[in-house]
């Protein structure tokens, strides 16, 4: 085997779910296939043009993506959400029209992930920066996974906002314990912002 088919196929192994023999698959795909080239060339053209949003974490081509742009928007309300695909599947639902944050994953000690690794001090700027503004931040919605990561991440985001004076609550019932938000279908996302309730930090 070459050098570089080697190389190619440890690196899809290192994609999400991805094991040896679809990595195998995958390779023979991306060299074989037109579809295969266009892939490569999408993927290089997203790595040079989309970055995170300065505000709310999306990726986006210019500093500040179009949904903070979006003056139809309720700023008075953030959902902080763990990765893309959970904004999606809120988006889906059409049953929230105020901001997002996105943190980039979830509180993981035993994976090296800690509060410096998510876009948390970002989080707790714009509520500094709201104190002043005309439409301050009234409530926060903290929509991490139910998982138990997702629930440590949770407490300690209620923790950092109590000083703050804003209402936190959590998503209620419809996702099911352990699942993730961007597999939940569009009834299942409205039931539980419909049914959020307040994140209460225990001292």
Not at 12 to 26: D, I, Q, S
Not at 40 to 51: G, I, N, T
Request: glycine letters at 8%; charged letters at 25%.
């Amino acid at each position: 085997m070459s050098h570089s088919w080697i190389r190619l196929v440890n690196a899809l192994k290192k994609l999400p779910g991805v094991g040896p023999r679809m990595a195998e698959r995958l390779a023979l795909f991306i060299l074989r296939s037109d579809e295969g080239k266009e892939l490569v060339q999408a993927v290089m053209e997203a790595r040079e043009k989309l970055a995170r949003c300065l505000v709310c974490g999306l990726f986006t081509e210019g500093e500040t993506c179009r949904k903070c742009l979006d003056p139809s928007r309720d700023s008075s309300v953030i959902c902080v959400i763990e990765e893309v695909g959970d904004l999606d599947a809120i988006e889906r639902s059409g049953s929230f029209r105020g901001r997002y944050h996105i943190l980039g994953g979830v509180l993981s000690p035993l994976d090296g992930i800690g509060p410096q690794q998510l876009r948390i001090e970002a989080l707790i700027k714009r509520l500094k920066i709201s104190e002043g503004a005309e439409q301050i931040v009234r409530e926060i919605i903290v929509a991490t996974n139910p998982t138990v990561e997702g629930e440590a991440t949770a407490s300690y985001l209620a923790q950092l906002i109590k000083p703050y004076n804003i209402r936190v609550t959590r998503l209620g019932y419809g996702i099911p314990s352990g699942a993730a938000i961007e597999y939940a279908d569009e009834l299942t996302v409205t039931r539980a912002l419909e049914g959020r309730r307040e994140l209460i930090f225990q001292s």
